[in-house]
């Protein structure tokens, strides 16, 4: 029977995650399977991988062929290298020790470079969270100084307004002031002229009474 080690969905939509599952290549892409060897999450970053490492490469070893992406899923866990390295074996160009000792150092170089790329993931999460905290507190910032400055505008509006009205109350003031001087003014000067206007006339008169008693005695 051919089998295949292949990937089984699951998830719901937008988000999947998948079952490795080795089967009979006859069977459906979701449908029945021989065993399930682990989980392939790809919604993590980085991606979370759980395997079974010894039983998927014991069906590496029956000759199970995996699909695309279950060989990127293999050769980053290290089966398709070990299975390599297992091969030189029975080539007789490796021994057992050798191919421990190798695979060892293959794993201490993957985890260095996996923790690597981790550090870095966590240093650009941690950057892009500052960033946005000060773009944040920049915006803030922004908000609080032009609410200030509405404030501060109506404050010397309002300041204005209260200095044109007192300027106005003061000029009213002044001008009344001058009126009722103006008014006292022309009332001494009327006071002052009324007793001049008053003799001339009576002058006239006494003057005018002999003209009138000699055209009389005439």
């Not at 922004?142 to 309002?158: C, F, K």
Request: glycine residues 4%.
């Amino acid at each position: 029977m051919a089998t295949r080690i292949r990937l089984q969905r699951h998830g719901k939509k937008g988000k999947p995650f998948f079952h490795i599952v080795v089967a009979d290549t006859r069977a459906k892409r979701d449908g029945r399977f021989i065993e399930k060897l682990g989980i392939y999450n790809p919604n993590t970053d980085p991606a979370t991988i759980d395997l079974d490492f010894d039983r998927t490469l014991a069906w590496v070893q029956k000759g199970a062929q995996p699909s695309d992406t279950a060989r990127a899923i293999l050769k980053y866990q290290g089966v398709m290298m070990k299975d390599h390295l297992i091969r030189g074996i029975a080539k007789g160009a490796l021994t057992e020790e050798q191919v421990e000792a190798k695979f060892s150092k293959w794993l201490e170089d993957k985890t260095a470079l996996i923790d690597s790329k981790k550090g870095r993931l966590d240093k650009a999460k941690n950057d892009a969270k500052n960033a946005a905290l000060a773009a944040e507190k920049a915006v803030n910032d922004a908000r609080s100084a032009a609410q200030q400055a509405v404030v501060d505008a109506a404050n010397a509006v309002e300041e204005t307004v209260v200095e044109v009205v007192e300027a106005t109350e003061a000029a009213a003031e002044a001008a009344a002031e001058t009126a009722e001087a103006v008014v006292e003014k022309v009332e001494e000067v009327a006071e002052e002229a009324a007793p001049e206007a008053e003799a001339p006339k009576a002058e006239s008169t006494e003057e005018a009474a002999p003209e009138t008693e000699e055209k009389k005695e005439d």
